[in-house]
């Protein structure tokens, strides 16, 4: 392992600090290194791997489309695009459907829908997006613009311009930065990389209405907290709102990078039309199986009403650390995406679940991610709050 490794870093840019880990294969919630050692995955490759690895009925669709065709362009139509498409549009209650390769260039399409939608309104070139403060939406120049963490940005400037940015769940925060130029608000869900906020219910509402009375478009990032994480198949539908445009990405195509943004009928009619946006790879046959299989296991396997049966113990799982651990300070989240924030750095804390055979993540400095395979059961789930306290107490003896 230690010589693939070495390969790695002598050829590969090094824009990652990784583990010095190498994965050879996946099974359930079950990763397995090149020795053969065994980890609890509760990273799901950063909240793609939402079936778990190695589901048969995933693997076997996507066979049976690669022996057919994998690439046409988006001058001709696709079969498994065009359903992946209508499912999408069903599950989530939106009208039109633009695939894309990833979650930033799904917020890059949503930016410029946004602002089309504005300049066919009155003409003017100088519109401008409010976003949130802690946000991650990307690391292309249109995402990094609205992107609310200075550090993500500060190298790369200038950005795209004309961004403000408020606070989550503070209403007063957004009213400040609306202007008649304003175009739309952009707001994670939950914010993920930023340290697990959620929006609250009646923040959401609240900029909803403004939204809708001053003709300014809510978007919202579903890319992290979408696709039945948070126990809705988006986050936003537990809460009563819609927005007029949604990105998704990650579990959308359970390992195959595919993304999209969605609008209503309302915003496609009067934005971006043929000639505006696109994309090579956007929307392929294979990209589009891998979706419509994942929407498909996703009813088979009830999916939602898992994650709410087994998400309450996750909680409550991680409550119970923060009391017993004074290096741990409070627990905030939602369904299967919750962050654990302590006291101090949580890279050690990490760094000795891995040695114990538990994959984790941060979100942010003194944030312990947890976002496991939306099929993790409790007995996994048990097990993984077993070694994360025996990490706590290692961290608390030193």
Same mark, same amino acid.
């Given at each position: 392992?230690?010589?693939?490794?070495?390969?790695?870093?002598?050829?590969?840019?090094?824009?990652?600090?990784?583990?010095?880990?190498?994965?050879?294969?996946?099974?359930?919630?079950?990763?397995?290194?090149?020795?053969?050692?065994? #980890?609890?995955?509760?990273?799901?490759?950063?909240?793609?791997?939402?079936?778990?690895?190695?589901?048969?009925?995933?693997?076997?669709?996507?066979?049976?489309?690669?022996?057919?065709?994998?690439?046409?362009?988006? #001058?001709?139509?696709?079969?498994?695009?065009?359903?992946?498409?209508?499912?999408?549009?069903?599950?989530?209650?939106?009208?039109?459907?633009?695939?894309?390769?990833?979650?930033?260039?799904?917020?890059?399409?949503?930016?410029?829908?946004?602002?089309?939608?504005?300049?066919?309104?009155?003409?003017?070139?100088?519109?401008?997006?409010?976003?949130?403060?802690?946000?991650?939406?990307?690391?292309?120049?249109?995402?990094?613009?609205?992107?609310?963490?200075?550090?993500?940005?500060?190298?790369?400037?200038?950005?795209?311009?004309?961004?403000?940015?408020?606070?989550?769940?503070?209403?007063?925060?957004?009213?400040?930065?609306?202007?008649?130029?304003?175009?739309?608000?952009?707001?994670?869900?939950?914010?993920?990389?930023?340290g697990i906020y959620p929006a609250e219910?009646?923040?959401?509402?609240?900029?909803?209405?403004?939204?809708?009375?001053?003709?300014?478009?809510?978007?919202?990032?579903?890319?992290?907290?979408?696709?039945?994480?948070?126990?809705?198949?988006?986050?936003?539908?537990r809460f009563g709102v819609k927005p007029?445009?949604?990105?998704?990405?990650?579990?959308?195509?359970?390992?195959?990078?595919?993304?999209?943004?969605?609008?209503?009928?309302?915003?496609?009619?009067?934005?971006?039309?043929?000639?505006?946006?696109?994309?090579?790879?956007?929307?392929?046959?294979?990209?589009?199986?891998?979706?419509?299989?994942?929407?498909?296991?996703?009813?088979?396997?009830?999916?939602?009403?898992?994650?709410?049966?087994?998400?309450?113990?996750?909680?409550?799982?991680?409550?119970?650390?923060?009391?017993?651990?004074?290096?741990?300070?409070?627990?905030?989240?939602?369904?299967?995406?919750?962050?654990?924030?302590?006291?101090?750095?949580?890279?050690?804390?990490?760094?000795?679940?891995?040695?114990?055979?538990?994959v984790l993540i941060n979100a942010g400095?003194?944030?312990?991610?947890?976002?496991?395979?939306?099929?993790?059961?409790?007995?996994?789930?048990?097990?993984?709050?077993?070694?994360?306290?025996?990490?706590?107490?290692?961290?608390?003896?030193?």
């Open positions: 392992m230690k010589n693939y490794i070495d390969q790695a870093e002598q050829y590969l840019l090094h824009t990652y600090n990784r583990y010095p880990i190498i994965w050879e294969r996946g099974e359930g919630v079950y990763l397995y290194d090149l020795t053969g050692k065994r #980890y609890l995955d509760f990273v799901s490759g950063i909240g793609v791997f939402a079936l778990g690895y190695g589901d048969s009925a995933y693997n076997d669709a996507l066979k049976e489309q690669i022996d057919k065709i994998t690439h046409t362009s988006n #001058y001709y139509y696709n079969l498994p695009a065009i359903e992946a498409a209508r499912r999408l549009a069903e599950s989530s209650g939106m009208d039109r459907v633009f695939f894309t390769n990833s979650g930033a260039e799904a917020v890059e399409g949503a930016i410029k829908a946004a602002r089309k939608y504005a300049y066919l309104k009155d003409g003017r070139t100088d519109h401008e997006m409010i976003a949130l403060n802690r946000s991650f939406h990307g690391r292309t120049m249109g995402a990094l613009s609205v992107t609310g963490t200075p550090k993500y940005r500060e190298a790369f400037e200038p950005m795209i311009g004309h961004i403000r940015f408020a606070d989550m769940n503070d209403f007063d925060s957004i009213l400040a930065g609306v202007t008649d130029a304003t175009c739309a608000v952009l707001i994670e869900t939950v914010q993920g990389e930023g219910e009646g923040f959401l509402k609240q900029v909803q209405k403004l939204c809708e009375e001053r003709d300014i478009l809510l978007i919202l990032d579903e890319i992290q907290c979408g696709m039945g994480r948070t126990g809705t198949m988006f986050a936003w539908q007029d445009i949604m990105t998704t990405a990650k579990a959308l195509g359970g390992g195959v990078p595919v993304g999209a943004f969605l609008m209503t009928e309302k915003v496609a009619e009067q934005s971006l039309t043929a000639g505006d946006h696109g994309s090579t790879y956007g929307g392929n046959p294979l990209a589009a199986a891998a979706v419509n299989k994942v929407l498909e296991l996703f009813a088979k396997k009830d999916i939602l009403r898992h994650v709410n049966e087994v998400a309450p113990r996750l909680e409550a799982g991680l409550d119970a650390v923060v009391q017993q651990h004074s290096y741990a300070v409070s627990r905030r989240g939602s369904g299967l995406l919750q962050g654990l924030e302590c006291r101090g750095p949580v890279g050690g804390i990490i760094e000795k679940a891995l040695e114990k055979g538990l400095p003194n944030v312990i991610r947890f976002i496991p395979p939306l099929v993790v059961t409790a007995a996994q789930i048990e097990d993984m709050l077993s070694l994360l306290n025996q990490c706590f107490t290692d961290e608390e003896s030193l």
